[in-house]
């Protein structure tokens, strides 16, 4: 048995999620917030007014390409980003979609996983270039980035519901409700909850509240059950209200 056959690394099934960390930290030191999972972004990168978007996938596909191609009309630079190939026949594949790409003018992150610590090679940078821009779709990704006090998913995941900006805020109110008993929007808001306090308990997306009087909601066991499935967010957002009477 050669020693390549005997490293678990090399045999491993790989997710899209192992090159969400490595990729971040690559952003990280380039003087970027990043963040997962941002409408429909596996990563969202900013720094001041500038937007870069990060497309993770295993390998190259068609999708992927129109996946990137979609991000190019919100964001100031797209890349996608694949695992390192294995092998001297999977490098050359991947050389050979290098033209494609920049004819897309979309850049290429290069992820190795092989070794203790994943690092990250820019292949290809994009060129930047003017078009038609879903303004839109840019303030939305802006106004996410904005609002989330936390990077609490792991680009690439589908196994757990997003932590968005909105959830974050549903688990804050839920907090509170949990912490101080049934609460007034009004008093809530006190607490720190902000401004979508009210909405987000009539709305009650998620099923977590209910109403029990004219101005009085308290929190559902399906509540106390996201409170434990969401613990670190919790925690992070639990600091920022009173200790308990």
């Avoid at 990250?120 to 994009?126: E, F, I």
């Avoid at 690439?156 to 101080?180: C, D, M, Q, W």
């Avoid at 998620?206 to 509540?223: K, M, N, T």
Wanted: charged letters at 25%.
């Amino acid at each position: 048995m050669s020693p390549r056959s005997q490293d678990p690394a090399a045999t491993r099934v790989l997710r899209e999620t192992d090159l969400y960390a490595p990729v971040r930290d690559y952003l990280t030191t380039q003087a970027f917030t990043v963040r997962a999972e941002v409408a429909r972004c596996d990563i969202a990168a900013q720094k001041g007014e500038h937007l870069v978007v990060v497309e993770l996938k295993l390998g190259f596909t068609l999708a992927l390409l129109l996946q990137a191609i979609r991000r190019q009309r919100m964001a100031d630079l797209v890349y996608v980003a694949v695992p390192r190939p294995a092998s001297a026949a999977g490098e050359t594949r991947l050389r050979e979609n290098l033209p494609l790409l920049r004819r897309l003018e979309l850049g290429l992150l290069v992820v190795d996983l092989r070794t203790p610590q994943p690092s990250v090679a820019v292949a290809l940078q994009p060129v930047p270039f003017e078009r038609r821009r879903d303004n839109k779709g840019r303030r939305a990704v802006m106004r996410e980035l904005a609002l989330r006090t936390g990077d609490d998913n792991a680009g690439g995941s589908t196994r757990r519901a997003l932590v968005t900006a909105y959830r974050e805020n549903a688990l804050l109110i839920a907090a509170a409700l949990s912490r101080f008993g049934p609460l007034a929007p009004k008093q809530l808001r006190a607490y720190g909850t902000g401004s979508k306090t009210l909405p987000i308990l009539r709305n009650n997306v998620y099923g977590w509240f209910e109403r029990i009087d004219r101005a009085l909601y308290r929190i559902q066991p399906s509540g106390t059950a996201a409170l434990s499935a969401y613990t670190d967010v919790v925690a992070r957002l639990s600091a920022t209200l009173p200790p308990a009477p």
